[in-house]
């Protein structure tokens, strides 16, 4: 059984730092492609980060520069490591597991971010 577990949420002050972090069991974690999305309210779910098997990334032009995600395969996680939070980062913030082939992708439950004052 496949699952991913978000951890790291909370609520930040803008212009704070936040890691979140992703662990995944039930699958081959090194050769998946990990991900972030978020999906604020009233919003569609957006992607905000991707790693790669081989470790290239990619981001939104919204979080580029501020936000960082990374990989530990010993340990089956992925992070992201938010910096100089904004409101609008605010969020319910998704890990996310894919493979090519087949095509799959697997969901975590979803981690709430508040950035606010």
């Known amino acids: 059984q496949v699952q991913l577990v978000e951890s790291g949420g909370g609520l930040v002050q803008p212009g704070g730092s936040l890691r979140l972090s992703c662990s995944a069991s039930?699958?081959?974690?090194?050769?998946?492609?990990m991900g972030w999305y978020r999906q604020a309210p009233g919003k569609q779910r957006e992607l905000v980060a991707l790693?790669?098997?081989?470790?290239?990334?990619t981001s939104a032009d919204s979080v580029k520069g501020r936000f960082t995600i990374s990989r530990d395969n010993a340990n089956n996680t992925v992070y992201l490591q938010m910096r100089s939070l904004k409101p609008e980062d605010t969020a319910v913030y998704y890990c996310?597991?894919?493979?090519?082939?087949?095509?799959?992708?697997?969901w975590g439950q979803g981690t709430q971010v508040t950035v606010s004052s």
């Open positions: 039930g699958i081959i974690f090194s050769i998946y492609t």
């Open positions: 790693i790669t098997s081989g470790r290239g990334t």
């Open positions: 996310s597991a894919r493979i090519t082939a087949p095509d799959k992708i697997y």
